[in-house]
């Protein structure tokens, strides 16, 4: 009689630890399921700007910098251009001004202005706005890759 005890006592220790365990499991998806992704702006973005009526393809390279800047590179035409970027997560307004030059070596002084839309989801996530060069001034629309 003891020794059915002692297996049964041994049985109880078992069930109780794999459910422990289940819940440990579940409590640790749930966790990484909800996890916010980070900031809004990280990562790479892709689409276009309108310039003196064609459109001009976009490769926008945000990121957050450990004393909370927002750095990037635009790539157009194969020139790579530092961003100075501000976000106001009032109304994520976002601000991008591009100074450097294109691949001929001529300067180049861009500033966009748009809003984030879809931010609550990253696969949606796009930027939209007005893009000035120089005395042209046109829509741009990127989206996150």
């Not at 422990?20 to 702006?41: R, Y």
């Not at 004393?67 to 009032?90: F, K, S, Y």
């Not at 591009?98 to 180049?108: E, H, P, T």
Request: with cysteine; proline share 3%; net charge neutral.
């Amino acid at each position: 009689m003891n020794t059915l005890k002692r297996k049964k006592g041994m049985l109880d220790l078992a069930a109780r630890l794999t459910a422990g365990f289940l819940a440990l499991l579940v409590l640790c998806v749930s966790v990484l399921v909800t996890a916010q992704e980070g900031h809004p702006l990280t990562g790479t973005w892709s689409g276009d700007r309108e310039s003196n009526g064609s459109k001009v393809r976009l490769l926008l390279i945000m990121d957050l910098q450990p004393d909370q800047r927002i750095e990037g590179t635009l790539i157009e035409n194969g020139a790579r251009i530092p961003l100075d970027i501000t976000l106001n997560p009032e109304d994520w307004s976002v601000s991008i001004i591009a100074q450097g030059q294109n691949r001929a070596g001529d300067a180049v002084n861009y500033q966009a202005n748009g809003v984030i839309e879809n931010v609550g989801t990253a696969t949606q996530r796009m930027i939209v706005g007005t893009w000035q060069d120089g005395g042209s001034v046109g829509e741009f629309r990127v989206r996150m890759n």
